[in-house]
């Protein structure tokens, strides 16, 4: 009933930047957290960042200082600003949201398909 949809992926040069949106749709009662995840090829799926509904930020060692996360509620959306990136950053990022579509209803995890993100000069 929730769909996530992720864009503002591509390729940059290392020291770069580049800025993640989720955009969260169909039936929702609500959402709570949300998070960005990323897998390097060959590598397990890693937390990178979470953001609770009030706004509590949660971040990785690996990319603490570079990457923020933030939301808006009003509009369903997910974005994680990425400074600073490094070729180790290189990766599919995925929007993941924990969310109801009724207040009768129980959460539910929902993900994205996924950007690819590379790091290379």
Same mark, same amino acid.
Request: glycine share 12%; proline share 2%; with cysteine.
């Given at each position: 009933? /929730?769909?996530l /949809?992720e864009? @503002?992926g %591509?390729l /940059?040069?290392p020291g %770069?930047?580049?800025?993640?949106?989720c955009? !969260?749709? #169909?039936?929702? *009662?609500?959402i709570?957290d949300?998070?960005?995840?990323?897998?390097?090829? @060959?590598?397990?799926r890693? +937390?990178? !960042?979470?953001i609770?509904y #009030? %706004?509590s &930020?949660?971040? !990785?060692d690996?990319?603490?200082g570079? *990457? &923020?996360?933030?939301?808006d509620?009003?509009?369903?959306m997910v974005?994680?600003?990425?400074?600073? +990136?490094?070729?180790e950053?290189?990766a599919v990022?995925?929007?993941n949201?924990d969310a109801?579509? @009724?207040s009768?209803? #129980?959460?539910?995890?929902?993900? %994205?398909? #996924?950007?690819?993100?590379?790091v290379?000069s």
């Amino acid at each position: 009933q /929730v769909q996530l /949809v992720e864009s @503002g992926g %591509g390729l /940059v040069q290392p020291g %770069g930047s580049l800025r993640l949106s989720c955009a !969260a749709s #169909g039936i929702i *009662f609500s959402i709570n957290d949300m998070r960005w995840y990323r897998q390097a090829p @060959g590598k397990e799926r890693d +937390l990178v !960042a979470r953001i609770t509904y #009030g %706004g509590s &930020t949660n971040y !990785a060692d690996s990319v603490k200082g570079r *990457f &923020t996360i933030s939301r808006d509620n009003a509009k369903n959306m997910v974005y994680l600003q990425m400074d600073s +990136l490094k070729p180790e950053d290189t990766a599919v990022y995925s929007c993941n949201a924990d969310a109801k579509s @009724g207040s009768g209803l #129980g959460w539910r995890s929902y993900w %994205g398909q #996924g950007t690819q993100v590379t790091v290379s000069s």
